[in-house]
């Protein structure tokens, strides 16, 4: 394939994953961000890098490819990534039911974890609360990263080892493929453009966006203080009710039976799609999350309402040395209700992008590596 010019519109995850890849191949790239620096959905996100969240095939595929990808980046870039795995605690019978029941098939579906007792839940993670314990399921192919810190070094490092340009504050109104004008009225021209917008499904192809089914869904994040003395929690830590979250625990015959007892007991946890997950980045700090409002629920004010929840389920399941938060946000990211990616073709050469399952740092390495070894 020729070197190509190459547009990318959006500076998170996505566009720097499409952007990285396409350099790799010695195409020539520009990155258009509106903002003067990434404030999107990729700098406000756990930092999980979550392969086991992905339902077995293709979509798990992907994410071990990106998780390959983090690796290669980390060592070149010297951005932190944290190969830490993860454990799903179990607490309720049910919980344990279903862990149990995607363990019985995760060889056969090419999934590497293991069930663990409640001793050895403890000797990976001094974190979990040994009251009512049960096990928990450990996952080594989760890595942790810290997303502002990554997301705004990636382009002083692409700009700095290849043909990467970054223009920011600049809001690209208008492509064809072969060119792209900001909303200033400057022109650039380029063989090909990669749409990267995240939730924006306002400012580019409106009329593409309307009618796929795509939502927004805002999240509800905290952060704590460093913890103390180097205290480290291990694993990323999620919950039973996480169990309820992510897809690939919908093989399990036992999953309606977690759902049903969570929607009698606490129905404001999925009134608010309240599940509970923990990670800690390399400053120390533990980010605790999240919730799910979509579209019309979503307001730009935060509820204290959320937060309580969200640190109510936390304190039941894991226990830390110092729980004084730091910061409270919220992001929001575009969400399909079965599929993980939005790719679009609107015009010959413009290509839209969008990860749409929550797990845009797990996925947009590999899927932009897909498209360029596809492209290429
Ligand atoms: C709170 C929260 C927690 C999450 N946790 C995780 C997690 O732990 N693991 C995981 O895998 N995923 C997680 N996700 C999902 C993940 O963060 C997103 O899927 C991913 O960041 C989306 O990346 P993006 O590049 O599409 O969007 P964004 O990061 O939102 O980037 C899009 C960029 O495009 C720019 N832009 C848009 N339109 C234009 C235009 N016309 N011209 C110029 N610039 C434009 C925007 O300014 C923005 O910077 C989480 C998301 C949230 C919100």
Known sequence: MPHLNIGVVGAGIVGLAHAWSAAERGHKVTVFERSAMASGASIRNFGMVWPIGQPAGSAHHTALLSRERWLKLAGQAKIWASPCGSIHLAHRP?????????????????VDCTLLDPAQVLEKTSAANPARLLGGLFSPTEL???????????????????????EFQTTITETDG??????SGRRWNFDRVIVCGGADFETLFPELFANVGLKRCKLQMIKTVPQ?????IGPHLASGLTIRHYRNFEICPSLPVLKQRVANESPELDQFGIHVMASQNDEGCVILGDSHEYDQQIEPF????????????????????????????????????????????PLPNV???????????????????QDWEQWS
Not at 228 to 232: D, H, I, M, Q, S
Not at 334 to 342: D, G, R, V
Not at 351 to 369: N, P
Request: net charge negative.
């Open 94 to 110: 049910d919980e344990w039911d279903v862990l149990k029941e995607f363990q019985a098939v995760a060889a056969e579906i090419g």
């Open 144 to 166: 942790c990263v810290n997303p502002p810190a990554a997301i705004r070094a990636l382009p002083g490092w692409l700009s700095s080892m290849f043909d990467v340009r970054f």
């Open 178 to 183: 072969n060119s792209a004008q900001s909303a």
């Open 228 to 232: 103390p003395n180097g205290w480290r």
């Open 302 to 345: 935060d509820k204290q309402l959320i937060d309580e929840l969200i640190l109510r389920e936390l304190r039941s399941i894991i226990q830390l040395p110092d729980w004084t938060i730091q910061e409270h946000w919220h992001g929001i990211y575009a969400k399909h209700p079965s599929e993980p990616i939005f790719a679009a073709q």
């Open 351 to 369: 290509f839209v992008r969008t990860c749409t399952g929550g797990s845009g740092m797990t996925m947009s390495f590999g899927l932009a590596e």
